[in-house]
């Protein structure tokens, strides 16, 4: 994701949003695998798109924000 690459996953739906950044399909389903493998690859400008929301997503959980929402937390629980 960090490349801008969609992705092709069988879960982790608060990383990969199904038709947004990628595909998810059903577990140990060989078939779904490669037809969502396929249906990313055959079109050059959904493999553009898709892979510019993986970046997006991605960058949510970078440290460095991770860490300013924690601090934001602490800080709203120390007001209170």
């Given at each position: 994701?960090?490349?801008?690459r969609?992705?092709?996953?069988t879960?982790?739906?608060?990383?990969?949003?199904?038709?947004?950044?990628?595909?998810?399909?059903?577990?140990?389903?060989?078939?779904?695998?490669a037809?969502?493998?396929?249906?990313?690859?055959?079109?050059?400008?959904?493999?553009h798109?898709?892979?510019k929301?993986?970046?997006?997503?991605?960058?949510?959980?970078?440290?460095?924000?991770?860490?300013?929402?924690a601090?934001?937390?602490?800080?709203?629980?120390l007001?209170?």
């Open positions: 994701m960090v490349w801008g969609p992705v092709v996953s879960g982790q739906e608060f990383l990969v949003k199904n038709g947004v950044n990628g595909c998810v399909i059903p577990k140990r389903n060989a078939e779904k695998l037809e969502a493998i396929l249906k990313i690859y055959c079109s050059e400008s959904k493999r798109i898709m892979g929301h993986s970046q997006k997503i991605v960058e949510e959980y970078d440290w460095s924000n991770i860490a300013k929402i601090i934001k937390k602490y800080e709203n629980l007001k209170k």
